[in-house]
């Protein structure tokens, strides 16, 4: 394991303004909060303090709110593509402070640099995205079945939209949905995991500064709280027409209920089981990197993550070997250390779920075969852990968040999609083989029933230019590129009478005269 240290350059916090103690309500402004509860943000790395949020009170969370209603009313009555252009110089301060918010990101989630710069890279490239589509929200035209009528649908703003982001995608998660709805012409109020709050800080900082330039704050607003409490109010909220969720299957069937109840609209982004199928005739040095990167990078905590891989049997004993040898050449330790690949979980909670599930995992008959422990010494490290195991054993249908990797046996492809398919989680999946009808197979609609399907390249790491989402207990939902805009809008049918007489479609007759 590499070294870790307390006396390391932290300046890049003095520079997103995240030292000390911070407010955790903005809308625009930061709002002196009403209660004086304080979250503490740990590095998962040595488990130093980074720094404080004084928590968001409801009372805060209503204040925020009524800004937040204030700045619609304003920002939805901009044109588009202006909206489109403060987007730009979003992206434009997102780019100059990327390499510090890569680096507050690896120091507060504890994944590697390259990892974390990687993701304010996708925040960035979301920004593009959306400053394209401010120009291109279409509506469709259509024939009306009556003559002199013109028949179209257009789209407008929703209002503000709640967004609750899980720890593992501090920033990106936020931006995937705030950078879409605000040139969609809402506003968004961001409720981050209590994990990462200085990520949070540091991104309202640099929205406020570009916002008050641009004249309109209260476009971006953060309220930072419990999930309980501030969570349970954002998602109770009638004022809120679209909750957007990432997180646990175990939240998103909380907030998709309570959404729902209220007639609302949610967008679930949620846990997954992925898996990769590898065939006798693949290439295996491009399975092995697509593998080892899915199953061990940001230390198994992607919803992406690869947790389970299908095996020729014919190639199934050597591939593990050489797996093994990958495995053993993984350095572990700071994650601002450019030599590490692996840097630390999130905190105790996630250490004590590695060991429950291992501990789980042996009584379900699964042989371990690398790792399998805690890395001793401080900060939440564990070793990327591999487990022969049968596709029957419980614990292998469910997501544990972190580096653990079943390995199973298959004959044909057939027998692999289906042993793939069988869990509750549907996110993403992936073949390794130059077999085109195996391809194909897996591409089919008897094939991957994820929303995500990838021939010779792993399950993480996904474009923004796709919709990213996933099916069945993943909740559904899309984001990102494509048509996922439309989430964010609400679509209204338009129908012009350009003469001198009204008219029934169905030509009902209903003669008043
Ligand atoms: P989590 O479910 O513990 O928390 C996610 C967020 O939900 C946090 O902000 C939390 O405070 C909030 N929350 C929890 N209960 C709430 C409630 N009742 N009301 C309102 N908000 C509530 O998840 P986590 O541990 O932060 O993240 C890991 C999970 O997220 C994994 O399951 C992972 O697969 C999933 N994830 C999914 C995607 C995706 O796009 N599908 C992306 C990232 C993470």
């Known amino acids: 394991m590499s070294e870790t240290t307390t006396s390391m350059n932290t300046d890049f916090l003095t520079r997103l303004g995240v030292q000390g103690t911070s407010l955790g309500a903005c809308w625009g402004e930061w709002v002196e909060t009403s209660e004086g509860r304080e979250l503490v943000s740990v590095s998962p790395t040595d488990e130093s303090e980074i720094g404080r949020v004084k928590m968001a009170s409801k009372d805060d969370y209503g204040h925020v709110m009524t800004k937040a209603r204030e700045a619609f009313e304003t920002w939805r009555m901009v044109p588009a593509p202006q909206r489109g252009e403060v987007v730009r110089l979003l992206a434009h301060e997102f780019r100059r402070h990327k390499e510090d918010l890569g680096a507050l990101i ?4 504890g994944k590697i640099r390259s990892e974390g710069e990687g993701e304010v890279q996708e925040i960035i490239d979301i920004a593009d995205f959306a400053v394209g589509l401010s120009r291109q929200l279409y509506g469709l035209t259509m024939h009306s079945e009556r003559p002199g009528h013109r028949m179209y ?22 931006a995937w949905n705030a950078m879409i709805a605000a040139v969609c012409g809402d506003v968004i109020l961001w409720k981050p995991s209590s994990k990462t709050p200085l990520t949070a800080v540091a991104i309202q900082n640099i929205c406020n500064r570009v916002m008050k330039e641009a004249g309109c704050p209260g476009v971006f607003n953060l309220v930072i709280g419990a999930g309980r409490e501030v969570g349970e109010t954002l998602i109770n909220d009638r004022r809120i027409p679209l909750v957007s969720a990432t997180g646990s299957c175990h939240m998103g069937r909380r907030i998709g209920e309570i959404v729902a109840k209220r007639l609302g609209r949610s967008l679930l982004e949620l846990g997954g089981n992925n898996a990769i199928i590898v065939t006798e005739d693949a290439d295996l040095d491009m399975a092995l990197s697509g593998i080892v990167f899915g199953a061990v990078g940001t230390a198994g905590q992607r919803c992406t993550s690869t947790r389970r891989i299908f095996l020729h049997r014919s190639i199934a004993a050597s591939f593990t070997d050489r797996l093994k040898k990958a495995y053993a050449s993984i350095s572990i330790g700071n994650p601002l250390d450019d030599s590490v690949l692996m840097g630390p979980l999130v905190d105790e909670g996630a250490v004590k779920d590695y060991e429950d599930a291992l501990e789980t995992i042996r009584t379900q008959g699964g042989e371990i075969l690398y790792g399998g422990k805690r890395v001793e010494g401080p900060g939440f490290f564990v070793e990327p852990t591999l487990v022969k195991a049968d596709p029957d054993m419980p614990i292998t249908k469910d997501e544990t968040f972190a580096p653990i990797l079943y390995i199973f046996e298959f004959d044909d492809v057939d027998e692999a999609i289906r042993m793939q398919n069988d869990v509750d989680q549907g996110l993403s999946s992936a073949i390794f083989t130059r077999d085109l009808l195996a391809a194909e197979t897996f591409l089919s609609h008897r094939g991957s029933d994820c929303g995500i399907a990838n021939v010779n390249i792993g399950t993480s790491g996904a474009e923004i230019g796709g919709a990213f989402g996933g099916e069945k207990d993943t909740g559904g939902g899309r984001e990102a590129g494509s048509d996922s805009w439309k989430i964010y809008m609400r679509r209204q049918t338009c129908t012009i009478n350009w003469t001198k007489e009204v008219q029934l479609a169905q030509g009902v007759e209903f003669d008043v005269s």
């Open 106 to 109: 690896a120091w507060e989630m």
């Open 153 to 174: 649908e257009q789209w407008h703003p929703l209002g503000v939209v709640g967004v609750i982001t899980a720890f593992n995608f501090p920033g990106a998660v936020w």
